[in-house]
């Protein structure tokens, strides 16, 4: 009998790496099946989503109050799954408002649990810890101050690597992107990331576009949908504006000459791809002064945190205006001492993501994945 696997990933960046773990299992058991929570990643390399990505991803404290109903049905929908299909582990990927109850369900039901993408907890809400020492069989990080982190709170870890930083996708030539997607390539082109989420989207998107219009049709602005939205609705939320909207992220942020990227695994990926970029979020007034009161860090982005020190600019709340947007985007756009610091700093950031050893981040947590069945 095949061996079953459940997957937890309840965000685009989630289902992305859980699509590449998903591969790495399946080289070492070609016969294992793999279910839960899960996106259209997820399901092109053959996983069964019992539950949509899209319909449990929210962001922010107050947003996740008034989806508590609903997200609460797809909670036992998933546990009733568990009950018949009985895994022989799971692995949960970041979200851990969601992965955190779950992993307490399958501690009762005897179920191995790893953690690949660990939640923030060494920013906020460290009280969970105890959660993870309980419940979390291994801990798989992929940022390198995560290990000593979870090491010192006495949780079993490994550091695998970042995914992203070892992923060999192809990208098109921009005379390729420009005849697929009808841009100008004459044009320099700017790439507006606003988050995988609908509320995201509806926060950051706005100041976004006036931004775009402040800066006039001299340029392109490229949207990368994420897989956890609709085109049709993304398309609607932009409106009147100029933007044109892609699917490949990874290869919008290597042909842009510069991003506005909203804070997230955007921009790890923003910092792989190597060219300048902002850092912008917002969320509701309240969400905004309950996390002021619970994050002690000098720094949002995650690139930010990686290097100790402010190497790409953070407009958070207040700060995240369109003509700040439109000052900081216009001064990284010229060649000049600004542009080839950053630069510079963001291959350092590659290099401390990628360990070496031959393998990948996906290959190293699936060997530790399926190694928690045997032991």
Same mark, same amino acid.
């Given at each position: 009998?095949?061996?079953?696997?459940?997957?937890?990933?309840?965000?685009?960046?989630?289902?992305?790496?859980?699509?590449? %773990?998903?591969?790495?299992?399946?080289?070492?058991?070609?016969? %294992?099946?793999?279910?839960?929570?899960?996106?259209?990643?997820?399901?092109?390399?053959?996983?069964?989503?019992?539950?949509?990505?899209?319909?449990?991803?929210?962001?922010?404290?107050?947003?996740?109050?008034?989806?508590?109903?609903?997200?609460?049905?797809?909670?036992?929908?998933?546990?009733?799954?568990?009950?018949?299909?009985?895994?022989?582990?799971?692995?949960?990927?970041?979200?851990?408002?969601?992965?955190?109850?779950? #992993?307490?369900?399958?501690?009762?039901?005897?179920?191995?649990?790893?953690?690949?993408?660990?939640?923030?907890?060494?920013?906020?809400?460290?009280?969970?810890?105890?959660?993870?020492?309980?419940?979390?069989?291994?801990?798989?990080?992929?940022?390198?101050?995560?290990?000593?982190?979870?090491?010192?709170?006495?949780?079993?870890?490994?550091?695998?690597?970042?995914?992203?930083?070892?992923?060999?996708?192809?990208?098109?030539?921009?005379?390729?992107?420009?005849?697929?997607?009808? %841009?100008?390539?004459?044009?320099?082109?700017? #790439?507006?990331?606003?988050?995988?989420? @609908?509320?995201?989207?509806?926060?950051?998107?706005?100041?976004?576009?006036?931004?775009?219009?402040?800066?006039?049709?001299?340029?392109?602005?490229?949207?990368?949908?994420?897989?956890?939205?609709?085109?049709?609705?993304?398309?609607?939320?932009?409106?009147?504006?100029?933007?044109?909207?892609?699917?490949?992220?990874?290869?919008?942020?290597?042909?842009?000459?510069?991003?506005?990227?909203?804070?997230?695994?955007?921009?790890?990926?923003?910092?792989?791809?190597?060219?300048?970029?902002?850092?912008?979020?917002?969320?509701?007034?309240?969400?905004?002064?309950?996390? @002021?009161?619970?994050?002690?860090?000098?720094?949002?982005?995650?690139?930010?945190?990686?290097?100790?020190?402010?190497?790409?600019?953070?407009?958070?709340?207040?700060?995240?205006?369109?003509?700040?947007?439109?000052?900081?985007?216009?001064?990284?756009?010229?060649?000049?001492?600004?542009?080839?610091?950053?630069?510079?700093?963001?291959?350092?950031?590659?290099?401390?993501?990628?360990?070496?050893?031959?393998?990948?981040?996906?290959?190293?947590?699936?060997?530790?994945?399926?190694?928690?069945?045997?032991?």
């Amino acid at each position: 009998m095949a061996r079953r696997i459940l997957i937890s990933a309840g965000e685009a960046s989630g289902e992305a790496y859980g699509a590449q %773990l998903m591969e790495a299992l399946r080289e070492l058991d070609p016969a %294992l099946e793999c279910f839960g929570l899960g996106g259209e990643r997820m399901r092109a390399a053959g996983f069964d989503a019992v539950i949509d990505a899209k319909d449990v991803a929210v962001v922010g404290i107050t947003e996740v109050v008034k989806h508590l109903p609903p997200i609460y049905r797809q909670f036992r929908r998933l546990l009733a799954e568990v009950d018949k299909r009985k895994p022989a582990a799971a692995v949960l990927i970041d979200f851990p408002d969601f992965n955190l109850r779950l #992993a307490r369900e399958l501690h009762k039901r005897g179920i191995p649990v790893v953690y690949f993408v660990s939640p923030q907890l060494w920013a906020w809400r460290k009280s969970r810890l105890s959660l993870v020492r309980k419940y979390v069989k291994k801990m798989l990080v992929i940022f390198p101050f995560e290990e000593e982190f979870y090491r010192k709170h006495g949780v079993q870890v490994e550091y695998v690597g970042h995914p992203l930083a070892e992923s060999a996708a192809a990208t098109p030539s921009r005379a390729e992107f420009a005849t697929h997607y009808q %841009l100008d390539a004459t044009k320099q082109w700017i #790439a507006l990331l606003p988050g995988s989420r @609908r509320k995201e989207l509806q926060m950051n998107l706005p100041e976004m576009l006036k931004a775009a219009a402040q800066m006039g049709n001299a340029y392109e602005f490229i949207l990368p949908v994420a897989s956890t939205l609709s085109p049709s609705w993304v398309l609607e939320q932009i409106g009147s504006s100029q933007v044109r909207l892609v699917e490949d992220a990874g290869s919008a942020l290597a042909l842009a000459k510069a991003s506005v990227v909203a804070s997230g695994t955007a921009t790890v990926e923003a910092a792989l791809a190597g060219n300048p970029f902002v850092v912008v979020y917002r969320v509701s007034p309240l969400t905004y002064a309950i996390g @002021r009161r619970l994050v002690k860090l000098e720094h949002y982005a995650m690139v930010n945190l990686i290097a100790g020190r402010e190497i790409v600019p953070e407009l958070i709340q207040k700060r995240f205006t369109a003509q700040n947007i439109v000052g900081h985007v216009r001064s990284l756009l010229a060649e000049g001492p600004e542009r080839q610091r950053m630069m510079e700093d963001l291959r350092e950031i590659r290099r401390r993501l990628a360990p070496s050893g031959g393998i990948n981040a996906a290959e190293r947590a699936a060997a530790a994945v399926l190694a928690s069945i045997q032991n």
